[in-house]
């Protein structure tokens, strides 16, 4: 059974940087794509990036520059670094395998301005 734990949110002043992470397990991690959504209050979830095996990185517009996904394959984790944080990236972020369907719990992060 595929499990995704994310790790690594909290709360942060604007234009500092938090990195989170994601653990997954029970998924077949060397031809799975991996992928960061996130939620703000009152909204629809929204993707942020996503990284293939042996393909590059895709990101959404509005974090492009400032967020860098990674993937650990000695460590079936994936990251996704976030600099410059803005308040607008406050939200719950979420690690999803699409192959799979499976979402992590999501973890809380919080831009103070």
């Known amino acids: 059974q595929a499990q995704l734990v994310e790790s690594g949110g909290g709360v942060v002043q604007a234009g500092g940087s938090l990195t989170l992470s994601c653990a997954a397990s029970?998924?077949?991690?060397?031809?799975?794509?991996l992928a960061w959504y996130r939620q703000a209050p009152g909204k629809p979830r929204e993707w942020v990036a996503t990284?293939?095996?042996?393909?590059?990185?895709n990101y959404a517009g509005s974090v492009k520059g400032r967020f860098t996904i990674s993937r650990d394959n000695t460590k079936n984790t994936v990251a996704l670094q976030m600099n410059n944080l803005k308040a607008e990236d406050t939200a719950v972020y979420y690690c999803?395998?699409?192959?799979?369907?499976?979402w992590g719990q999501g973890t809380q992060v919080t831009v103070s301005s």
């Open positions: 029970g998924i077949a991690w060397s031809i799975s794509t």
């Open positions: 999803h395998a699409p192959r799979s369907g499976s």
């Open positions: 990284i293939q095996s042996g393909a590059g990185p």
